[in-house]
């Protein structure tokens, strides 16, 4: 881990953590409105999606964090609701000893999620380890990249339990593969996923796969700021769509269409909005 993941480390769940998290979040928006004004559209987005899942995970339920990097989602969900019970998954041997011990309550995986189990190259990112990847494919240079062999797991054979609520995914490009193993765990707890989906294709994984998949198991892809409202979920064009430059969003939701309803009130309660 870099000295900015060890410092952020240190500070992840605390009330001093909350605050400059928030603080950064504004400076984010503040800078992009003077400088960037087409990235607003993303970045509210992401800001927006962060909030929701955090809040999502019905009280006593379980929440997965896949690819849970230095803490940033554990923290934001518990602080929310402590009797939410929280599964991390992470590859990287440094995150996941500080994981543990900054959240001693939480059930910790130490591998890479994908479609089955196997052994794999995993490539750190140095200087900003949350781009870190199975994908060797990277924009930046060798001298920053350190390979590590990896534990690739299935979620279906490292997750039983039948209280599933949410699944966030967040790592850079294999979303498909952690989902293709998690059918098991989609299919029979229905639960709300939130996944990163950036315009580049990585490991094969394209987004056409990646809609189907979600339409094959009954699901709708949403978008965060249409989460809370009366939105079935992007057709294939549109989500294509949402990718191009300036993008519509980094992070999108998977939302079981028989639960749609239940979700939309939800958010609306989450976001302060009336009925």
């Not at 009954?218 to 409202?229: C, D, Q, S, T, W």
């Amino acid at each position: 881990m870099n000295l900015a993941d060890s410092a952020k480390g240190k500070i992840i769940g605390t009330a001093l953590g909350r605050f400059l998290n928030s603080t950064r979040e504004t400076f984010e928006i503040v800078r992009a409105a003077y400088h960037h004004q087409e990235h607003l559209g993303f970045l509210a987005s992401d800001q927006l999606s962060t909030f929701l899942v955090c809040g999502m995970c019905r009280p006593h339920k379980v929440f997965v964090d896949v690819g849970a990097h230095v803490g940033s989602i554990v923290a934001c969900v518990m602080n929310r609701d402590p009797s939410v019970a929280v599964i991390a998954v992470e590859a990287i041997p440094e995150k996941v000893i500080a994981l543990k011990r900054n959240f001693p309550n939480i059930i910790v995986h130490e591998c890479a999620a994908g479609e089955r189990k196997r052994l794999a190259s995993f490539h750190i990112n140095t200087k900003s380890s949350g781009y870190s990847s199975l994908s060797s494919e990277t924009s930046c240079s060798p001298d920053h990249v350190r390979v590590i062999v990896v534990q690739v797991q299935a979620l279906d054979s490292i997750i039983s339990n039948p209280n599933v609520e949410v699944i966030k995914i967040d790592v850079e490009g294999g979303e498909l593969g952690v989902l293709i193993g998690a059918k098991r765990l989609i299919s029979e707890c229905r639960p709300i996923i939130m996944f990163e989906s950036a315009p580049a294709e990585v490991l094969g994984y394209t987004k056409e796969a990646l809609w189907q998949f979600f339409a094959d198991l009954e699901y709708g892809i949403v978008l965060p700021n249409r989460v809370a409202h009366l939105d079935p979920g992007l057709g294939l064009d549109g989500f294509l769509e949402s990718h191009l430059y300036p993008r519509r969003s980094t992070n999108y939701f998977g939302i079981p269409r028989e639960r749609r309803d239940e979700i939309r009130h939800r958010a609306r309660k989450l976001q302060g909005l009336g009925e």
